[in-house]
């Protein structure tokens, strides 16, 4: 964060001081909103959440080094008393981005965010200082955190922008400019909040109609394998940059094809020159995201080869996504449990065929442990169904579906595509569904596990791993 005093900060934020007594007292750390990150000059947010009141630990924050308190009422502590602690955060975001001058790269879509977000921090992180999100931080608390993150040093700075409803997206857009802005995809992830995929197009929109205009540097990074994406090129003003498969794209992957681990490789074609790819990623649905991540890169000046190389080299910054760790006894436990939709979850499932190739030649099934996907309204039961008879019919062995209603979906779909039996089996929970597997797991076996994250799946992950010695591959990602 660049070094605000309390009386510039109350100043920005319209708030009130009260026990300062040293209103140029500076905040020259983090802006935290967990008291126990709080260290030596930091500020300390303090937000009333179902579970807890940050304003009852406030003196604790202070006490081990935080400068003061925002926060929305007196707390005992030094405190800058604002109406809104959200908006207050927007403000100093606001006011940090715009001091600051540096390349703001804000990204959005339906799934592939945060792995896409992880893959442009590296390749940017070759240019220059780069600061991004720790995990999945996008939306009007996680942004304005992000941002308060840098500091004259930093070169770039990459946002992930996520959106609940028509006009959020808009809002964080506010909050820091972007002079690139690259939409991924539309699909059907909160559907249910939406009401239809044209929904969804509208708010992911509204990163592209927040551009500068061309003239003024504004670039929109587009999907161009994506036809409401596509569409997008006519909502701004800013010079359109397609990237995919499709012919006409100006960064464009060829020769996409899966290594027996189920790790992409694609030769990377851009305006300025190709390169050879092979991802350290698994699945592919990883070209997508790297070329919108290659397509970033080449506009802020990388060359096809170094970009190429990069992306060659480039592994998961964020932990539950897609994290392969293949245990002593020869057990392979590919960790997804940090959120699922249909259209990542088909992904998934298709890296698990993929990486089921070589499991099954020595020996091995392929095991798929997943779990509800959550706000897909109306459309949950077929939704549900689909990804039951999509591991059917993409040749996995075991389904486990864990969990109520949902899941008992996802076991209905299996066992009525083709001939499935006992391949399929709904249990009720995170403990169940361990205990089947501690009873059957064999050497060889890759399993899977995905959900919502509101399932809780990550724990049949960490159960599993912790059965085995965490030795071999470790954490490849």
Known sequence: MIPLSLAEIAALTGGRQHDITDPEARITGPVVIDSREAGPGALFAAFAGERADGHEFAAGAVSSGAVAVLATRPVGVPAIVVDDVTRALGALARHTVRELGTQVVALTGSSGKTSTKDLIAQL?????????????????????????????????????????????????????????????????????????????????GELVENLPTADEGGVAVLNADDPYVRAMAERTRARVLFF????????????????KRGTPAFTLHTPTGCGDVTMRLYGEHHVSNALAAA????????????????????????????????????VTVVNDAYNANPDS???????????????????????????????????????????????VRLNVSKLVAVGGREAAWLDMGAKNEGS?????????????????????????????????????????????????????????R
């Not at 995919?244 to 290594?259: F, T, Y």
């Open 124 to 204: 940017l992180g070759r240019l220059g200082p780069t600061v991004w999100p720790e995990g999945s931080q996008n939306n009007e608390i996680g942004l304005p955190l992000t941002a308060l993150r840098a500091d004259t040093a930093t070169r770039h700075l990459v946002l992930e922008m996520g959106a609940r409803g028509i006009g959020h997206i808009r809002y964080l857009t506010e909050l820091t400019p972007p002079r690139i802005g690259v939409v991924l995809n539309v699909g059907t992830a909160h559907i249910g909040e939406f009401g239809g995929r044209e929904q969804i197009a509208q708010a992911k």
């Open 244 to 259: 995919g498969e499709a012919p006409e794209a100006d960064v464009r992957a060829e020769n996409v094809r899966l290594s």
């Open 295 to 330: 397509a970033v890169a080449h506009q802020l000046g990388m060359p096809a080869g170094d970009i190429a190389d990069a992306l060659s080299s480039a592994s998961s910054l964020s932990r539950w996504r897609m994290e392969v760790t293949e245990r002593a006894d020869g």
């Open 345 to 391: 979850m088909r992904a998934a499932l298709r890296a698990l065929s993929a990486m089921g190739e070589a499991a099954k030649a020595r020996g091995g099934r392929t095991w798929a442990v997943l779990g509800e996907m959550a706000e897909l309204g109306d459309d949950a039961l077929a939704e549900h169904d689909a990804i039951g008879r999509l591991a």
């Open 420 to 476: 499935w039996g006992e391949e399929s089996v709904h249990v009720s929970g995170t403990e169940a569904a361990v205990d089947l597997l501690r009873g059957q797991l064999r050497a060889g076996d890759v399993v899977l596990v995905k959900a919502s994250r509101s399932v809780g799946l990550e724990q049949v992950a960490a159960a599993l791993l912790e059965d085995g010695s965490g030795e071999g591959e470790g954490s490849a």
